[in-house]
T-cell receptor
Framework: AQTVTQSQPEMSVQEAETVTLSCTYDTSESDYYLFWYKQPPSRQMILVIRQEAYKQQNATENRFSVNFQKAAKSFSLKISDSQLGDAAMYFCAYRTSYSGGGADGLTFGKGTHLIIQP | DTGVSQDPRHKITKRGQNVTFRCDPISEHNRLYWYRQTLGQGPEFLTYFQNEAQLEKSRLLSDRFSAERPKGSFSTLEIQRTEQGDSAMYLC?????????????FGPGTRLTVL
C-alpha cells in the first residue's frame, strides 16, 4: 500500500516570504499522480496543484510550484510571496494510475499547518 | 454551479443510533467519493461510485456503513449502530471522469459527534 508522509506538523512564515512544505511518499509503482490540497479553517478542501509522475517538468500555478524528485519520492510545495489567505492546512496526496483494489481514492498525508505572520 | 454540497453540516447523536448523510455532487460529475477525516489526520478513502455503481470500498468501511447513489446523482452514507469511534468529519468529493487524472472537488463535510 502507498503511504504519504508530511514531516512538518506546523510551519510559520512571514507575509511576503517564501515557504516550502515537504512531502515524501512510498510506492512501488512507476506511474501515479501527486496533489497538494489546501484546507482553510472550517472551509472545504481545494486543489492547489497537481503533478503527473511521467512528467519531468515541475508543475507551477501562479505563486505555487512543486519540486518533484521521482527517484527520491519527494514532492515539496513552494509558496512564494506568502499571503494571509494562504494560512491553512496543506495536504499532500497520492493517487495510482491504476483502477480497482481501492486504488481510486486519494491517499493523504497528515497535513502541515501553515501559519502566515503579518 | 454551486459546488459539492453536504447535509447536514453537523450531526450529534447518541451511541447506538443510526445516522444518514447526504452529498450532492457537482452536476454532470459522474464520480463520487466518500472520505473520513479524524482530528489531526488527513482524509481516508472510504468508497467510490462511478454513476450509480459502487466500484470500490475501503476496508475501513465496516458492515455498519452503507453508501448508495441510486440514480447516479446524489449519494447517501448511512452509519448503523454508531460508536464513539465513528466521530469524525465525513467528506464527499466528486469528479468528471477523465481517467486517473480527474480532479476531485470536495464538499464542506459533515461533522459527526457520537456521544
Amino acid at each position: 500500500a502507498q503511504t504519504v508522509t508530511q514531516s512538518q506538523p506546523e510551519m510559520s512564515v512571514q507575509e511576503a516570504e517564501t515557504v516550502t512544505l515537504s512531502c515524501t511518499y512510498d510506492t512501488s509503482e512507476s506511474d501515479y499522480y501527486l496533489f497538494w490540497y489546501k484546507q482553510p479553517p472550517s472551509r472545504q478542501m481545494i486543489l492547489v496543484i497537481r503533478q503527473e509522475a511521467y512528467k519531468q517538468q515541475n508543475a507551477t500555478e501562479n505563486r505555487f510550484s512543486v519540486n518533484f524528485q521521482k527517484a527520491a519520492k519527494s514532492f515539496s510545495l513552494k509558496i512564494s510571496d506568502s499571503q494571509l489567505g494562504d494560512a491553512a492546512m496543506y495536504f499532500c496526496a497520492y493517487r495510482t494510475s491504476y483502477s480497482g483494489g481501492g486504488a481510486d481514492g486519494l491517499t493523504f498525508g497528515k497535513g502541515t499547518h501553515l501559519i502566515i505572520q503579518p | 454551479d454551486t459546488g459539492v454540497s453536504q447535509d447536514p453540516r453537523h450531526k450529534i447523536t447518541k451511541r447506538g443510533q443510526n445516522v444518514t448523510f447526504r452529498c450532492d455532487p457537482i452536476s454532470e460529475h459522474n464520480r463520487l467519493y466518500w472520505y473520513r477525516q479524524t482530528l489531526g489526520q488527513g482524509p481516508e478513502f472510504l468508497t467510490y461510485f462511478q454513476n450509480e455503481a459502487q466500484l470500490e470500498k475501503s476496508r475501513l468501511l465496516s458492515d455498519r456503513f452503507s453508501a448508495e447513489r441510486p440514480k447516479g446523482s446524489f449519494s447517501t452514507l448511512e452509519i448503523q449502530r454508531t460508536e464513539q469511534g465513528d466521530s469524525a468529519m465525513y467528506l464527499c468529493a466528486s469528479s468528471l471522469s477523465q481517467g486517473p487524472t480527474d480532479t476531485q472537488y470536495f464538499g464542506p463535510g459533515t461533522r459527526l459527534t457520537v456521544l
